[in-house]
């Protein structure tokens, strides 16, 4: 059964997701989501409730997710350790562990993400993509890519939150 609750963040209401059902290869209870409100591309706080199942504030991925998520934002985290479970293609999947390198505090560019996964600079849209499709914001730090003049780049909660974030983590570029 999927499961949802808001949370209130110094970056708005997310609305986080989750799912006791396994799915791409998750052993059991996962974090599939984390959304911004009117989060470009996908869910957010206003969406329909329904589709995403019943609220539950106690679940227990859900309130490990949103306790990281607070020392997070108090900038005592600098690390997510929470099962996740997001639905994607097997390259979207390459593409958002490989974000998950890329250390708190410092960002990489599109191209230098599809340098580490072993692709030609054409690929650069590709990883740009997937990179958008990231539905657990965050956690899978998305936010942490830019593009390669240096500059801000598209992203689904808005690029006043991406700011917020890498001034949040103390950006060091590159």
């Given amino acids: 059964m999927d499961v949802w609750r808001p949370l209130d963040t110094p970056v708005g209401v997310l609305l986080l997701t989750a799912t006791d059902v396994p799915i791409d290869g998750a052993s059991g209870a996962a974090l599939t989501g984390i959304y911004f409100q009117d989060h470009r591309g996908g869910a957010d706080t206003r969406a329909s409730t329904e589709r995403?199942?019943?609220?539950?504030?106690?679940?227990?991925?859900?309130a490990a997710a949103?306790?990281?998520?607070?020392?997070?934002?108090?900038?005592?985290?600098?690390?997510?350790?929470?099962?996740?479970?997001?639905?994607?293609?097997?390259?979207?999947?390459?593409?958002?562990?490989?974000?998950?390198?890329?250390?708190?505090?410092?960002?990489?560019?599109?191209?230098?993400?599809?340098?580490?996964?072993?692709?030609?600079?054409?690929?650069?849209?590709?990883?740009?993509?997937?990179?958008?499709?990231?539905?657990?914001?965050?956690?899978?730090?998305?936010?942490?890519?830019?593009?390669?003049?240096?500059?801000?780049t598209g992203y689904g909660g808005g690029l006043e939150r991406k700011q917020f974030l890498l001034d949040l983590e103390g950006d060091q570029l590159f």
Wanted: a positive charge.
């Fill in 52 to 62: 995403l199942g019943r609220r539950d504030e106690g679940h227990v991925v859900l």
């Fill in 66 to 152: 949103a306790a990281q998520l607070a020392e997070y934002f108090a900038g005592t985290r600098t690390q997510f350790d929470l099962p996740l479970a997001a639905v994607g293609t097997a390259f979207q999947h390459r593409v958002w562990q490989a974000l998950r390198q890329i250390p708190y505090g410092r960002t990489a560019s599109y191209g230098d993400i599809a340098r580490r996964l072993g692709l030609g600079p054409a690929s650069s849209r590709a990883v740009g993509l997937a990179n958008g499709a990231n539905p657990i914001s965050i956690v899978v730090p998305c936010h942490r890519v830019i593009g390669a003049n240096g500059t801000l």
